[in-house]
């Protein structure tokens, strides 16, 4: 059995709910201040939502099985050995390069800022725990082209070699249409352990279609695996394209340096066209598109991680 708890800062609403068992047990728990939550599993940290006074809200960090953190740690921290370049990819992230024309992606001049509306809301069923938040996408004079609603689920599974959690963003036209546009620039982006990369590391990458490494890079699949070594240990994380989202399946915009995303609008980067805007996608004036993905944290490459399994669960469970 679970309590519900309201935590109130300042302009900032949180609904939390804290299982009634002491801290520790097994489960998922949620707490939360004023500029982020912090999500546990079984009584260890697994992320935060990092929302207030940020570029973009972004998780950070995020751990994978056996307590290995899966994402870079720069720019939020500094640790020794990294590659401080992209100062945009913090961790796991979703944005666009081309959104009205504006940049959301990148934080160089004149890029645009997705802003929390300031308020979050959380709630635990069970095993598992949900962030529901608002954003407003504006540009750096402060004017609101797009708005997002986005739901976070994560699951304590029974098995401690994996992890899973889904995140599904709906976009809103709230006055004008909204267009996506044509870039390879985005959008659900994840950026993989220094040491998990393929560049000058031991680290591989592998689709739904068989291609692998550099292959990968804007093709179409239903999921895509980066995995490599964290401490001696090999881990993946393996990303699935949910089978009703728009232009399902996706385009993949992964690199060997770490950079892991599924980009639908980069048609005419990924595909080599001629015609610039091929890719554009538009949401008409007071209407919405929903995008859904699910993210499998795993032990070995992704045959042991039984990705290939997992998505056709995910295919499964969806058509319910």
């Given amino acids: 059995m679970s309590r519900l708890f309201i935590l109130s800062f300042g302009t900032l609403v949180i609904l939390t709910a804290c299982a009634s068992e002491p801290a520790g047990t097994k489960g998922v728990r949620m707490s939360a201040t004023n500029d982020r939550v912090r999500v546990e599993i079984n009584g260890r940290l697994f992320t935060e939502y990092i929302f207030k006074d940020v570029p973009r809200p972004y998780f950070y960090p995020v751990i994978g099985p056996g307590e290995l953190a899966m994402t870079r740690k720069w720019p939020m921290e500094s640790p020794p050995g990294e590659d401080h370049d992209h100062p945009h990819h913090r961790s796991l992230w979703f944005a666009h390069g081309l959104v009205n024309g504006i940049d959301f992606w990148s934080e160089q001049k004149g890029f645009g800022k997705i802003v929390s509306e300031g308020k979050v809301e959380t709630e635990v069923r069970g095993n598992s725990g949900i962030i529901r938040s608002k954003d407003q996408w504006a540009t ?106 728009p232009r399902h399946p996706t385009w993949w915009h992964v690199r060997d340096y770490g950079l892991f995303a599924a980009n639908p609008f980069g048609q005419h980067d990924f595909e080599k066209l001629d015609n610039k805007s091929a890719g554009d996608f538009k949401i008409p004036a007071g209407k919405s598109a929903t995008f859904k993905y699910r993210f499998l944290l795993h032990r070995g490459d992704e045959k042991e991680g039984k990705v290939a399994e997992r998505y056709g669960e995910y295919v499964k469970t969806s058509k319910r």
Avoid: Q
């Fill in 140 to 245: 750096p004079k402060g004017m609101v082209v797009c708005t997002d609603d986005r739901v976070f689920r994560v699951f304590a599974m029974d098995d401690p070699d994996e992890r899973m959690f889904d995140f599904e963003i709906t976009l809103h036209a709230p006055e004008g249409d909204v267009v996506f546009g044509d870039t390879k620039e985005g959008t659900m982006a994840i950026r993989v352990a220094e040491s998990m990369k393929l560049k000058g590391h031991p680290g591989h990458i592998i689709n739904s279609e068989g291609e692998r490494d550099d292959a990968t890079w804007g093709k179409h699949a239903k999921w895509c695996d980066y995995y490599g070594p964290v401490e001696g240990k090999i881990v993946g994380i393996a990303m699935f394209d949910h089978p009703d989202n």
